[in-house]
Nanobody
Framework: QVQLVESGGGLVQPGGSLRLSCTAS????????MAWYRQVPGKQRDEVAR????????WYADSVKGRFTISRDNAKNTVALEMNSLKYEDTADYFC???????????WGQGTQVTVSS
């Protein structure tokens, strides 16, 4: 199974940018579709962006479309989320998720906190 470790969260002012990174280990990274989710305490965890195992297909939630970009480097076993024009409502814990292609196996990282505040 794959292990995931996120990094890059922090405090940023509205309108600013952050880059989250998720590093995978323990299995063949290119066998997994990858996604970023976010969760505010007391609310459900929502999918923000997704990228296919080969990196050719991506998807974004309407709330982040045009501001966030997901990318992956299969040679480095990493998936990134570039977040621009950050808003107060982007404040959340962000989680990296791996899904094994053609199977139901899903794995999560421990999360990284993003706070957008002036």
């Amino acid at each position: 199974q794959v292990q995931l470790v996120e990094s890059g969260g922090g405090l940023v002012q509205p309108g600013g940018s952050l880059r989250l990174s998720c590093t995978a280990s323990g299995d063949i990274f290119s066998n997994y579709d990858m996604a970023w989710y976010r969760q505010v305490p007391g609310k459900q965890r929502d999918e923000v962006a997704r990228i296919s195992s080969g990196g050719k297909t991506d998807w974004y939630a309407d709330s982040v479309k045009g501001r966030f970009t997901i990318s992956r480097d299969n040679a480095k076993n990493t998936v990134a989320l570039e977040m621009n024009s950050l808003k107060y409502e982007d404040t959340a814990d962000y989680f990296c998720r791996a899904k094994l292609v053609s199977f139901a196996d899903v794995y999560w990282g421990q999360g990284t906190q993003v706070t957008v505040s002036s």
